[in-house]
């Protein structure tokens, strides 16, 4: 039945007036006189509806009060300029079959304006919304451009494990994995749980980065990059944590910590051309709907610059890069600091920033994306190369206007000894971690990488305000509906 | 430091003689005589090395001893013609920097020929091998091209959940996700698990497929894909299972199941284009490689087609759409069938296949890929549509030569008397799944999709023989690391 069908999107884009055609698709709303209905259709390809403009005594009552909200249709008619406001063509049906109907009386999406949180609830329904379609095509074209840019540049997709026996960076946050009934766990000798009887034979958990083992394939490969899933049993309620989401995690043999940069930046404005040219039309829904949105809040919460505005801000500048020590310098004697706005005042260097002061230098100081870069080793992960003045390491943040960090990256730790000693202070356990420490045993290179994690760029792109909402199916605690 | 490289494949396919360059990598051989040592590098772009011919005296003894198999250098210097064998050009080294060695007594991948066994046992460093880095740059573009397919095609890639409370289609093969502390499972009141305690407040799963997930959002975006992580709790070591794995799930609004068979038949084609196309060089080195363990195997046993033919095979051949029911026929009258030659004789209608049925088919009967479709519907899943015979449903799975089943799919039962019914045959539980159900009670539409095994295609399209060697990190019973 397929080829029979026009989508939407290419009826309203190239508007072959006089044309005889077949949409199919989802009724967004009805109006209907007397002798005339018009149905609002949307399929999905765009933001956009088609009007279809169905004869009452033609198509008679019985199948008219059919077609309400959510109910589907396939339409077959005459492409015609439109008569009335709000759209230049529409289509004059000669055939209509209804495949499904949607009983007003139940179907939980009537055309008026549903809350986030409501929609959540409803999230196998969510799709079939405004909002939520324009940001799932948001997120399909940012998932395509990071594959096409890492292959434009000959970087290999890395599948790294979702299940590992590796927990060197969980840290007590990871899921367990197991085929064990829960109800009766085997325990051996010594009282403890018998792994040896579970599917893997020991301890598994779900990954939380598939950094160590993309370092692994980059040390072969040269230039690699995994996306994929990672999660954190964090119990944490807020617009900015979930349980289960998506990375990007780059990782380059002999790239230094200025190539990271460059390269970060050079992915982060890709990705933002790629939506600003291929999202057009969602993303002036999406900006219309952050400007309302944003007028129910006090003047002081509102948002400085509009959808668009934050995208070519993050286009049109070049990044500022600036070393933590620096930093701190402007963060201590910025006004916010000296009258005591800050929530966390800075007091002086090896303080770990906030998100406020993130923001600070981005949107009040510099004006501009910005990187930071040297972090003091203690606030930082094990693997980091160690700078010569051995209080820092070669770590580097990019932070974006609203949003604060957005993208974590290092030069790694290359040298055995630093790296062994590095461990050893901060109780990672080398035996549980030679299949890492062999990149460093043979043939070590200099090398460099860093996370995206891809639903906090979807939250800058679209200016959505709940990570919730920027994924199909949301994972967070005491939520696994679906 | 990149900027000053340049990558072999470059090298090589360029070939800028006399040009002055810098190459990095790691070493694959070194051989020495006492003037001159030529040094095998690869960086892993290619399934190539370039020579790098450096002057012992130019370079000391301390310098040349550092540089043996699996040591990283860098190398400057000018290209010239080659005056050896095995390659048209060569690097003339000016500088060479070791940027890290590899004692011989240690590093495990020496130059000879390793087992794959042997290299699963040190997957940490398989990358580093010919073999396993030409499957992952094939499984790079193989990635890719699935990717781009969808994209041209205007699908949406949408990440259905991986950890799930549904498990309706999983019986039992699921990896449970917990929260809890395995030495201390909470309990109820009744005695069994108090899974209101853990993370998600109920039971939690690892998803075995994206489908009924990608069905929502096709109900609202009509052409939607995933590409995700699944896993499958099956206790089998088969060089064809594996617990975790990658699958690519289609699914389309307004598709019957022909329109489901054709948009498979243009992926598969596609994809294996799009490897003969960018992979020559590694499908070269891996159709020699097949070639050579073949020659171990006994007569019978080995492959009648070679890499390439099998390929060209796919790509050539419009597929053989045979229903069920003409097959068994087909099969109850052959010839390994009348003299017992299946380890399964096909008695009559109802049975379900096996790979040598499936491999007679397509490699004897009618040399052409095959697509099965309207199987009976005892041996399908409750989700696909039924026929009007009431005996088959919907299906249809295609068949490739020495590999069986690579996808398999159907068109949806989308009325919701007949789906509730089935699922009330199959004791599947409703009231679970009513959130799937919600899309046939509103605006439900004929539709259809496909599952197609990462992993199986790369096997079929790197020649590998078994699954464990097609993906970085395998996870089967007893097996996590790293």
């Not at 005339?36 to 999905?44: H, K, P, W, Y």
Request: charged share 30%; with cysteine.
């Amino acid at each position: 039945m397929r080829e029979k069908r026009t989508k939407i999107k290419h009826v309203l884009s190239n508007e072959p007036l006089g044309e005889s055609l077949t949409v199919m698709g989802w009724v967004r709303t009805k109006r209907a006189s007397k002798s005339v209905a018009f149905i609002a259709l949307n399929d999905g390809s765009s933001i956009n509806n088609l009007q279809v403009v169905a004869d009452a005594e033609k198509f008679g009552e019985e199948l008219l009060r059919k077609i309400t909200t959510g109910a589907s249709i396939s339409a077959t008619g005459k492409l015609v300029e439109s008569q009335g406001a709000g759209q230049t063509c529409e289509l004059v049906a000669e055939q209509i079959e209804v495949f499904g109907e949607a009983d007003p009386d139940k179907y939980p999406l009537q055309p008026k304006k549903h809350s986030l949180e409501f929609l959540r609830e409803i999230a196998h329904l969510r799709p079939r919304t405004n909002t939520f379609s324009a940001v799932m095509r948001v997120r399909h074209a940012l998932a395509f451009a990071v594959h096409q840019f890492f292959n434009e540049k000959e970087f290999f997709y890395i599948n790294t494990p979702i299940i590992t026996a590796s927990d060197a960076e969980g840290a007590g946050e990871t899921f367990h994995v197991t085929n064990f009934d829960l109800a009766n766990v085997p325990k051996n000798d010594e009282g403890g749980v018998d792994y040896k009887q579970d599917f893997f034979e020991k301890e598994a958990n779900l990954t939380v980065s598939g950094q160590l083992e993309g370092e692994l394939a980059a040390m072969a490969l040269s230039d690699i990059y995994t996306f994929g899933p990672t999660f954190r049993a964090e119990n944490s309620n807020t617009t900015r944590h979930l349980a289960e989401f998506w990375m990007i995690e780059p990782e380059m043999a002999f790239y230094d910590l200025k190539d990271n940069m460059d390269l970060a930046e050079e992915m982060l404005k890709y990705l933002v051309k790629y939506a600003l040219d291929n999202c057009a039309d969602d993303l002036a829904f999406l900006e219309k709907r952050a400007a309302d949105e944003d007028k129910n809040k006090p003047q002081n919460e509102r948002a400085e610059m509009t959808l668009t505005e934050r995208l070519r801000f993050v286009l049109e500048n070049d990044f500022e890069r600036v070393s933590y020590t620096e930093a701190i310098e402007i963060l201590r004697n910025s006004k916010p600091n000296k009258k005591k706005k800050f929530s966390y005042v800075i007091e002086g260097w090896g303080a770990d920033l906030q998100s406020e002061h993130e923001r600070f230098l981005v949107e009040k100081h510099f004006k501009k994306p910005v990187i930071l870069f040297d972090y003091p080793k203690d606030i930082k992960a094990f693997y980091m190369r160690q700078n010569d003045d051995e209080k820092t390491v070669g770590a580097m943040d990019i932070l974006f206007p609203g949003i604060g960090e957005i993208v974590g990256g290092s030069q790694r730790e290359e040298r055995m000894d630093k790296l062994s000693q590095r461990m050893e202070e901060m109780d990672i356990p080398a035996e549980e971690m030679e299949w890492y420490l062999d990149t460093r045993r043979f043939g070590a290179v200099p090398h460099s990488g860093f996370g995206l994690g891809f639903e906090r760029m979807i939250l800058f792109v679209t200016g959505m305000g709940n990570i919730r909402d920027v994924i199909p199916f949301p994972r967070t605690p005491g939520n696994c509906e679906f």
